[in-house]
T-cell receptor, first 110, second 115 residues
């Protein structure tokens, strides 16, 4: 499985932007980059995904490096409700399951 | 927004007993999954199910586990003879199609405690 590397934890002040990095140097051309998050005591929740181009949705933005070996999830204004574990996952080609790593635990300080 | 629902939210059982965890996936979804998360650990893939058969399963999903779609709406995970180490949060998920471009929708989980 192609692997991702994320910092174990990050901290942000409320209402400031947060940039969550992810390295995936062994990504192949057809692998999608997915981001999920898990709020305390809840199931994982889809955030965003992309292949090559940057993506925006109501929750976040995904910036993908030109060589696709890294990506950054951007929360434009962190709120206390964004405190969660954020997972960067490569969805491999074919019907392969979503495989979760340890993710980045984001703490948001009021 | 449509959601995946799981019942019960908590299940307590004695070691060696059979348990059935239930899930109602989103109605137009065709691909179903079970994951589990032991306290303080990663979310682990157990099994995926499509077109009334298992598509993939992990090493965790041994003969003690089985899945079934008994009717048009439910998707169940059965553990035949529970062990202490089966204590975990079990998450059901579904997606519209089995594609790398599809997103998964997860339920809020069933906390299984084996005593």
């Amino acid at each position: 499985d192609a692997k991702t590397t994320q910092p174990n934890s990050m901290e942000s002040n409320e209402e400031e932007p947060v940039h969550l990095p992810c390295n995936h140097s062994t990504i192949s051309g057809t692998d999608y980059i997915h981001w999920y998050r898990q709020l305390p005591s809840q199931g994982p929740e889809y955030v965003i995904h992309g292949l090559t181009s940057n993506v925006n949705n109501r929750m976040a933005s995904l910036a993908i490096a030109e060589d696709r070996k890294s990506s950054t999830l951007i929360l434009h204004r962190a709120t206390l409700r964004d405190a969660a574990v954020y997972y960067c996952i490569l969805r491999l080609s074919g019907n392969t399951p979503l495989v979760f790593g340890k993710g980045t635990r984001l703490s948001v300080i009021a | 927004e449509p959601e995946v629902t799981q019942t019960p939210s908590h299940q307590v059982t004695q070691m060696g007993q059979e348990v059935i965890l239930r899930c109602v996936p989103i109605s137009n979804h065709l691909y179903f999954y079970w994951y589990r998360q032991i306290l303080g650990q990663k979310v682990e893939f157990l099994v995926s199910f499509y077109n009334n058969e298992i598509s993939e399963k992990s090493e965790i999903f041994d003969d003690q586990f089985s899945v079934e779609r008994p009717d048009g709406s439910n998707f169940t995970l059965k553990i035949r003879s529970t062990k202490l180490e089966d204590s975990a949060m079990y998450f059901c998920a579904s997606s519209e199609a089995p594609s790398t471009n599809e997103k998964l929708f997860f339920g809020s989980g069933t906390q299984l405690s084996v005593l």
